[in-house]
């Protein structure tokens, strides 16, 4: 167990909806991070948020947002859903900011099904 | 070109076999090199972390970069039914970058 948490497990969900998806870093990490894992793309970075503030930012779409909250947990949300969100989505967090060697911890991942 | 190339495999080798795996990747600015497991259903967890070119051994497992070449590998010894998860690298550069995954290669290993 990494440590990390994320909920829900498994969304399902229909074209043009909105989602939440939420992560509980392990405890003392302050940077948390966003990926999107799809068979064709592979882990692709989304976005990282470190002690409230975003830091850094990847391949994150207009629709998708994500915000940091004062006990340091992450959510990130999805908007206007098109088949092609349909994706694993995992949470990541570290000690640190994100600086060298400040190892990366993953959750277990939501897994997003848009119909 | 992807920044970073693996070969997704599948690999299936007999228990016992000396696995290998690889990645290749273009950028140079690259310093940081690691390898995640990832079993089915599950997140990634670290297994190998190394700086710069060399080699690094942990256990049955080795890790070796080689930077003038932009290759790195990931060397499973006595490997195990247990050892079958696809295996990810990754890698970034100095400071605050952001992680660059290869697709993962999937690995199964034969009892």
Redesign the interface.
């Known amino acids: 167990d990494?440590g990390?948490t994320q909920t829900p497990k498994h969304l399902i969900t229909a074209t043009g909806q909105r989602v939440t998806l939420r992560c509980s870093p392990r405890s003392g990490d302050l940077s948390v991070y966003w990926y999107q894992q799809s068979l064709d793309?592979?882990?692709?970075?989304l976005i990282?948020y470190y002690n409230g503030e975003e830091?850094?930012k990847?391949n994150i779409l207009e629709r998708f947002s994500a915000q940091q909250f004062p006990d340091l947990h992450s959510e990130l949300n999805l908007s206007s859903l098109e088949l092609g969100d349909s994706a694993l989505y995992?949470c990541?967090s570290s000690p640190r900011?994100?600086?060298?060697?400040d190892?990366?911890?993953?959750?277990?991942?939501t897994r997003l099904s848009v119909l | 070109q992807k920044e970073v190339e693996q070969d997704p495999g599948p690999l299936s080798v007999p228990e016992g076999a000396i696995v290998s795996l690889n990645c290749t990747y273009s950028n140079s600015a690259f310093q940081y090199f690691m390898w995640y497991r990832q079993y089915s259903r599950k997140g990634p967890e670290l297994l190998m972390y190394t700086y710069s070119s060399g080699n690094k051994e942990d256990g049955r497992f080795t890790a070796q970069v080689d930077k003038s070449s932009k290759y790195i590998s990931l060397f499973i010894r006595d490997s195990q039914p247990s050892d079958s998860a696809t295996y990810l690298c990754a890698m970034s550069g100095v400071g605050n970058t952001p992680l660059v995954f290869g697709k993962g290669t999937r690995l199964s290993v034969i009892a």
Do not use: D, K, N, P
């Open positions: 990494s990390v793309q592979g882990l692709q970075f990282q830091r850094a990847g995992f990541a900011g994100g600086q060298t060697g190892i990366q911890y993953f959750g277990a991942g």
